[in-house]
């Protein structure tokens, strides 16, 4: 089993759709949650720090559940600029502070 | 302004070479980390550093090599015993919890 697994993509959705992505996580010392976009052949770009009461910002909404390891990132009324690759990372304490990506998941918003 | 820099952004090499990707950062972080991204794939560990003058492999460490003697400079070497360097490279660095990772504008290398 992957450390951490993403939704497979690709996810092609209507402008204005309400899209949510999910991610889970092996290790229970895991301690740190991120979302990042990666525009292609970029470097990734914070999009949300993922906290234990969840956090929203503007159309964006991100969820930690640590019974169940997994963490969610929910984007309401997609913009065609929406259309990204969208990491989860996970930062295992146990581990010397290492830093796991998941696979990704792409994003296309059509018109 | 404070951030990470790579160095070069496109590298072609043959086969054989050992070639070195350089990653400078000047936040003061602790935390310096390399990953290897292949097309349509995400990021994949291949070192970590927390201190000075130690490191870890990650996943994917066979074939690389770093060194870690600053703490602003985190060297990646792929040796020749890589037997499928072509990828897109990127440099991390970090301060620990609930802070944002950093990453370097990336390293293309192709082995021609």
């Known amino acids: 089993r992957k450390e951490v697994e993403q939704d497979p993509g690709p996810f092609n959705v209507p402008e204005g759709a309400t899209v949510a992505f999910n991610c889970t996580y092996s290790n229970s010392a895991s301690q740190s949650f991120f979302w990042y976009r990666q525009d292609c052949r970029k470097e990734p770009k914070l999009l949300m720090s993922v906290y234990s009461s969840g956090n929203e910002d503007g159309r964006f909404t991100a969820q930690l559940n640590r019974a169940s390891q997994y963490i969610s990132l929910l984007i309401r009324d997609s913009k065609l600029s929406d259309s990204a690759t969208y990491l989860c990372v996970v930062n295992v304490y146990n581990q010397g502070g290492k830093l796991i990506f998941g696979q990704g998941t792409e994003l296309s918003v059509k018109p | 302004d404070g951030g990470i820099t790579q160095s070069p952004k496109y590298l072609f090499r043959k086969e054989g070479q050992n070639v070195t990707l350089s990653c400078e950062q000047n936040l003061n972080h602790d935390a310096m980390y390399w990953y290897r991204q292949d097309p349509g794939q995400g990021l994949r560990l291949i070192y970590y550093?927390?201190?000075?003058?130690?490191?870890q492999k990650g996943d994917i460490a066979e074939g690389y090599s770093v060194s870690r003697e600053k703490k602003e400079s985190f060297p990646l070497t792929v040796t020749s015993a890589q037997k499928n360097p072509t990828a897109f490279y990127l440099c991390?660095?970090?301060?620990?919890?609930?802070?944002?990772?950093?990453f370097g504008e990336g390293s293309w290398l192709t082995v021609v």
């Open positions: 550093s927390q201190i000075v003058n130690d490191f």
């Open positions: 991390a660095s970090w301060t620990g919890a609930g802070n944002t990772i950093y």
